[in-house]
């Protein structure tokens, strides 16, 4: 995030946005691929909806705020968690955890309009800083195998423990982007992606944490 901040502050002094700047708005829809930075797990398709306003001009800043509703689906296969309350007296649970989250974005783009190779034909590299906020999420297990507690086993060991604080949600979190923008006319595509600052905490009332890295594709119409 500080490498972020800083590149943004030397474009603003090396490449001011000129007075003759174009305004435009623009609508986009797409989908997104998450995944948990330390646990991984099977990327599944969100969805992403979102509008926004830009300022550009070929060989100049290009400055952009959007707001965006996004989904992110992940699901964690083959893992193992306490099935009982009693920590050292619970049977263990084997199988796959799904989480699907919703969240409101909104993003600051900062970045360099390439000039021209055609007329018609734009090109747009960008970074900057996106303030996330993950207001519900809808989570589920899916138990393949169950093994009781055995006394002269032991305690098992387990992917997951339980734990009570379900995710605090809603919780925020400013994450940091980088991108590109190809468009032709008023069509364009735009990839890029989000790096998380906070640890998402206690999913499915599981110690699940890890920071939910995004990478998006979009179509964008501009008007």
């Not at 001011?16 to 797990?41: N, Q």
């Not at 595509?189 to 594709?217: P, Q, W």
Request: net charge positive; aromatic share 14%; hydrophobic share 35%.
């Amino acid at each position: 995030m500080k490498k972020i901040c800083l590149f943004i502050l030397v474009i603003y002094i090396f490449f001011p946005i000129s007075t003759s700047a174009k305004s435009t708005k623009y609508i986009g829809i797409g989908v997104t691929r998450a995944t948990l930075r330390s646990e991984g797990g099977k990327s599944e398709w969100g969805k992403f909806i979102g509008f926004g306003l830009e300022y550009s001009r070929p060989s100049s800043l290009l400055f952009a705020i959007e707001a965006a509703y996004t989904t992110k689906k992940i699901t964690l296969e083959n893992k193992s968690w306490q099935s009982d309350s009693e920590l050292h007296h619970s049977g263990k649970s084997i199988g796959d955890i799904t989480y699907d989250g919703s969240f409101l974005e909104l993003a600051t783009k900062i970045g360099y309009h390439i000039p021209r190779l055609h007329s018609h034909i734009n090109i747009k590299l960008f970074v900057g800083p996106t303030l996330s906020l993950h207001y519900r999420y809808v989570s589920h297990v899916k138990e393949r195998k169950h093994l009781w507690y055995d006394e002269e086993e032991g305690p098992y060991e387990f992917d997951y423990i339980r734990c009570e604080d379900e995710g605090l949600i809603p919780n925020i979190s400013i994450d940091g982007i980088i991108g590109a923008i190809i468009s032709y006319k008023t069509i364009g595509v735009e990839v890029h992606y989000a790096r998380s600052s906070k640890e998402r905490t206690c999913i499915s009332g599981l110690t699940i944490n890890g920071k939910l890295d995004s990478f998006y594709i979009l179509l964008r119409y501009s008007f």
